[in-house]
């Protein structure tokens, strides 16, 4: 292992941590009154002589990736580590989990809004010291987990006051203000290419200030802020290293054990029977409350959708069987796949579950050609049936483009676990008619489904954020950030609605009812904690009898999926009770075309509530 004799990197060029380091260091640097040194000063032999030394002094450091967030499925940091092992194999990946399990229905069920995490502060001393001999430390996180980070660094600085510090990930790409300072590195965009030459320079005790997608801060306090460097191609995303995925480089912390090798349990823990990633990057919309405003305003060709071959995420997933044969579904985490070109999706040829549907992308030919490649699930945002809160969000829209999307994916019901919508709630500027349009669109839509409800939140870097600080400028009620609980959701009456009707399909009446009780959160309606509780319970519970029925664990996770794919009972009940679609057998494109798929429902007044439609 290479421990340097005290000096890093860092000091050798010139820049410092927040705290100074209590560590007398050895000087190396030549003496010119030394009379051996005067003895062979020439212009040629003083620098050899020194970068000589240096070099003995300039051991290569250990490095560390370490993740801040509550979840194991990080592409981006996986595949920086693998990365980064060919340049220091010595690099290990370490999992700080933050937030108790967010995804558990339990803590959904049950957590508060300001109860974010599971871990504490008194842990922070036990994670530090698993970091205390790294010289080099690379935190990533998003901004939910960005004060934890802080906190994190400041500890591993008492114990390991010669660490170079960098930090990635989200948080830094929108606050790289806020990021540098507190390390020492800041990452302000794609890791990749980027980190391959910072640790090459740094390998080779050269200057590696100039590095783009870096911020350094120096010991005057000086910050270099250098530019971006242009996105990968895809030629080059090809050629990058698969992700680290059950590696021996692996390790998760543990209170009370400190960091311990990641087991089969832990994976099953986290991510049930599925294998997470991400094939494409890119999206071309700007969405306000996204984290892609933030990428569009660095480099706009974030817009293009960028992916390496059919054939390097068919290896990528291989290997990962490979090690994990009892992954199930291939979860792509994608922002937007359903973008790629016909042909290309048609090659996939396992099952999986696209986590990433654009309404507008829906079309049946890709519906049909996704499903015959082995799509179980998909998962599509829809956030609000109000067209004039999709305009306040500037998703893309038109007149009826969710029904249709929802209907069209409806008719593959038979073929799939039911699809899961995504919503947002708690809008502040949010008037009664826009929640009516919302509960009508859900009453409307073809069932099976399920929803993800999220509160709105304030994510740092997006337009939205510019958005809030305006209407709480006009008085406007404000947003928690994003740090607290987005499952939190506030108990009006409109909120429980939406999730009843998301369970079962009300008689007309009720749904009238329904409509008429719905309050925006500005009228600060009454609030029914216990109702919304009880309807969560029915929503959830139908939720995971509907995975049970397609025996699917990839949303579900824990020990019972493994065991039942152990005994062979999912292969079993997949072969025999599930149906697989397949193109030419079930020719629904060509039935569909002579159907007219069903009008999308926007009330002007209550009266009109009357007529919706129902089954
Ligand atoms: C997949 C995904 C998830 C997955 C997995 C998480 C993960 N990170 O892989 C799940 C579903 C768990 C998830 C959850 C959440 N997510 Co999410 N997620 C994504 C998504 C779609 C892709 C992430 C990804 O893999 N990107 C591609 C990789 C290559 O990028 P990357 O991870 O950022 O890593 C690169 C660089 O950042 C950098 N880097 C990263 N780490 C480091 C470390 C060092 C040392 C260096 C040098 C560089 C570096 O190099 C990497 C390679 O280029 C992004 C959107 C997006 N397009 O990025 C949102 C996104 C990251 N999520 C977001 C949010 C808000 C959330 C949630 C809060 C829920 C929500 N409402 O969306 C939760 C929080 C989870 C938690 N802490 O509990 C926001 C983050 C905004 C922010 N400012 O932090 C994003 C941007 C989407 C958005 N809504 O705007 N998410
Ligand atoms: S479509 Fe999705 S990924 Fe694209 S900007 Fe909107 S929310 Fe973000």
Known sequence: MFRST???????????????????????????????????RTSETLPMIQSALDATQAKPPRFALVLVGDYIAVYGMRKLTT????????????????????????????????????????????????????????????????????????????????????????????RPEDAIEHADIVCTGEGDLALDELLTKMEAGEDYTDVENFWFRKADGEIVRNGHRALMKPEEMELRPHPAYA?????????????????????????????????????????????????????????????????????EVKQAVAKHPHINTVVFDDDCMAAL??????????????????????????????????????????QSGSNRMLKFFKRPNKPGLLLNAASVIGDYRKYMIPPAYDMIVDIPVEEQEDLQQTLQLIYDMPRPFTLNVFSLRNIPGTVLEDQLQKLKDENHPGVDDIDMNYHTISPTMANVCLFLIATIRPP??????????????????KLYP????????????????????????????????????????????????????????????????????PVPHTYSSLADAGSAKGS
């Open 508 to 525: 007309k009446r009720v749904f009238k009812w329904m409509l008429a009780n719905a309050h925006p959160s500005h009228e600060k309606p």
């Open 341 to 382: 070109p016909l042909p290309i999706l048609k090659e996939v040829g396992i099952p999986f579950f696209v986590a990433g549907i654009i309404p507008s992308y829906v079309k049946r030919e890709k519906l049909e050609i996704l499903l015959d490649a082995g799509m179980n699930r998909l998962r599509m945002g829809i």
């Open 6 to 40: 005290g000096q890093t990197l860092l000091d050798c060029m010139g820049f410092v941590r927040n705290e100074p380091s209590s560590h007398s260091l050895p000087d190396t640097t030549l003496d010119p009154s030394d009379p051996l040194v005067s003895s062979l």
């Open 247 to 315: 590696d021996e480089s692996e390790t998760i912390f543990e209170r009370g054990k400190g960091f311990v090798p990641i087991s089969l349990g832990t994976y099953l823990d986290f991510n049930g029977l599925s294998y997470h990633t991400l094939w494409t990057q890119g999206c071309p919309y700007r969405c306000t409350y996204c984290g892609n405003t933030a990428f569009l305003a660095i480099d706009k060709k974030y817009a293009s959708i960028r992916q390496p071959s059919i054939d390097y995420i068919i290896d």
């Open 83 to 174: 990365a980064a092992q060919r340049i220091i194999p010595e690099t290990r990946a370490f999992y700080v989990s933050t937030g108790g399990r967010l995804h558990s229905i339990k803590n959904i069920l049950f957590s508060k809004k300001n109860q974010k995490s599971h871990l504490c502060d008194a842990d922070l001393p036990e994670v530090a010291a698993g970091l205390k001999d790294v010289e080099l430390i690379g935190f990533s996180s998003m901004t939910i987990d960005s004060d934890w980070t802080k906190k994190l660094i400041a500890e591993v600085r008492k114990v390991n006051p010669n660490a170079t510090i960098i930090w990635g990930g989200m948080h830094s790409i929108v």
């Open 530 to 597: 216990f109702l919304l509780w009880a309807a969560r319970m029915m929503f959830f519970t139908k939720r995971g009898l509907n995975d049970l029925r397609f025996m699917d664990f990839s949303v579900l996770p824990g020990k019972f999926g493994y065991f039942m794919w152990k005994i062979g009972f999912i292969r079993f009940w997949q072969k025999h009770f599930c149906r697989h679609f397949h193109l030419g057998d079930d020719n629904i494109i060509a039935e569909k075309e002579e159907m007219n798929l």
